[in-house]
């Protein structure tokens, strides 16, 4: 049972990042056509949140149990995330904005180092030097930094909130009461289109945008086909399968497999939208996820719980406000 449900994981895992990769393709369309990314970020969670409304209710429990949890995630791993990666992309490549944002899997190695002061192997320490080696690459930095500066640190904003992704998606993951994943992605989603609700000010938005056609590589897309693919496959199904195979397998794991997200948008980018990078800037690209996977593959793990579970029985984790003494700890 325990192979079968971590062949379940890795699954669902593969699923999430393919579904999360399809993201930046179908929404830059939308961009470009007039509407602001923060608006697009409010669309897209704000409608992940009405799908996800029923499943809010019957977990309502949480609200009491894990308001911290549920405040975190819907901060930084919803609004987080969604705000700094679509104000990335829009200044951007589709396929740099996420490059940049997997860098989050080797700043988790340095919360693991100095938040939860657990050591860190020397592997681990030399793929985050390689990712870095890879930033400096995808970004030119020879050339002065060819890339737009501001959608660069909107980037790597993102990839500081994608580590956190990982941490608070297995937050509460052991013990008899561990909250629902389900349910903290739901009102992940209520808390993130709450706190996007006052920084994109969506009774701004340009609906005319929603009502027309939006070029995909050339070819003109009805703009609300895209707005449901951003809404129910890159966020409310990406976001169900990513959370629930990070508690199947551990951050680490989920995370080397999520890693495949930036390689799908990057091609799907490539293929759909003509964006085409640079020979340095791909291998930047390999070199930024080659490190990152070491980086996490290297990390010390129990064989018997996450390593993010362990650290939290041993000191207090500061971003799990409202723990309970239950051992508990996500591209």
């Known amino acids: 049972m325990q192979a079968s449900g971590r062949n379940a994981g890795l699954g669902l895992a593969l699923v999430s990042a393919f579904a999360f ?12 056509a007039g509407l602001d990314p923060l608006h697009m970020v409010w669309l897209r969670v704000a409608g992940a949140a009405l799908v996800l409304s029923p499943l809010a209710w019957r977990h309502r429990d949480l609200v009491l149990r894990r308001p911290a949890l549920l405040a975190g ?16 992309l829009s200044r951007i490549p589709v396929g740099v904005a996420l490059l940049l944002e997997y860098l989050g899997p080797a700043l988790l190695l340095g919360y693991i180092r100095f938040v939860q002061r657990k050591p860190v192997t020397r592997g681990a320490a030399a793929g985050a030097a390689v990712a870095v080696v890879g930033l400096a690459c995808v970004v030119e930095i020879w050339a002065g930094l060819s890339l737009d500066l501001l959608g660069v640190l909107f980037g790597l ?6 580590a956190f992704y990982f941490v608070f998606a297995d937050q509460g993951a052991d013990g008899d009461d561990a909250p629902d994943p389900l349910g903290v992605i739901a009102y992940g989603m209520l808390v993130g289109a709450l706190v996007m609700t006052v920084i994109a000010r969506p009774w701004e938005i340009d609906w005319a945008v929603l009502g027309g056609d939006a070029s995909v590589g050339g070819t003109m897309v009805f703009a609300p086909v895209l707005l449901a693919w951003v809404v129910l496959i890159a966020t409310v199904f990406a976001y169900l399968t990513g959370v629930v195979s990070v508690r199947r397998l551990s951050p680490q794991v989920a995370g080397v497999v999520a890693f495949l997200e930036a390689v799908v948008a990057t091609v799907f980018a490539w293929i759909l939208l003509g964006e085409h990078l640079s020979t340095w800037q791909i291998v930047g690209g390999g070199l930024v996820l080659g490190g990152a996977f070491i ?3 290297s990390r010390p793990a129990p064989a018997t719980a996450p390593a993010a579970a ?5 000191a207090p984790d500061p971003l799990d406000l409202d723990r309970e003494p239950s051992p508990a700890a996500k591209g």
């Open 73 to 88: 995630f819907g901060l930084v791993a919803v609004a987080g995330v969604q705000a700094f990666y679509f104000a990335s």
């Open 310 to 314: 362990v650290a939290a029985t041993t």
């Open 295 to 297: 980086a996490q593959s």
């Open 21 to 32: 990769g399809g993201s930046g393709v179908a929404a830059k369309p939308l961009i470009e």
């Open 157 to 162: 904003a993102a990839a500081c909130c994608q």
